[in-house]
C-alpha cells in the first residue's frame, strides 16, 4: 500500500510539473477593429483567479484557469468598453483569441518575457 502512494504521488508530480505556467509579464500582439497592436500584459495569480493588465492598467481583466486555458473577462478603462479572451497557455505563450461585441473574433499572441 505504502509503495502504491508513493508511486501515485510521483505520478501526480510529474503531470503537475507537465502543465504550462502563466508568466508574470508577456508582449502581446494582435489585430483589433483598429488594426494591429502591440501591449505588454502583466498577468498577477491571486489564489485561483488571474488578475491582468494590458498597457499598464489600460485594459484590465479577471481570468480563471482550466487546464491549459485561461478565459479571461476585460474592460477598456478608458471608453468601459468589455470583452472576453480565451487563451491557451503554452510554455512562454498565450495564443488568444478574443471578442469585444461585434461579432468578430480576434487573435493574439503573447509571448514571456
Known sequence: MR????????LVAALASQVPQVLEHYNCQGMSPDGEYQFPLTVKVQGDNYLFSWA??????LGIRQDDYLAVAFVNTLIGKVGVVQYQVRPGQ???????GGGKV????????
Not at 498565450?94 to 469585444?100: D, E, N
Not at 480576434?106 to 518575457?113: D, F, S, V
Open 56 to 61: 499598464d492598467d489600460l485594459v484590465i481583466g
Open 94 to 100: 498565450l495564443i488568444g483569441k478574443w471578442a469585444g
Open 106 to 113: 480576434y487573435q493574439e499572441l503573447c509571448l514571456g518575457g
Open 3 to 10: 509503495k502504491s502512494l508513493v508511486a501515485l504521488f510521483l
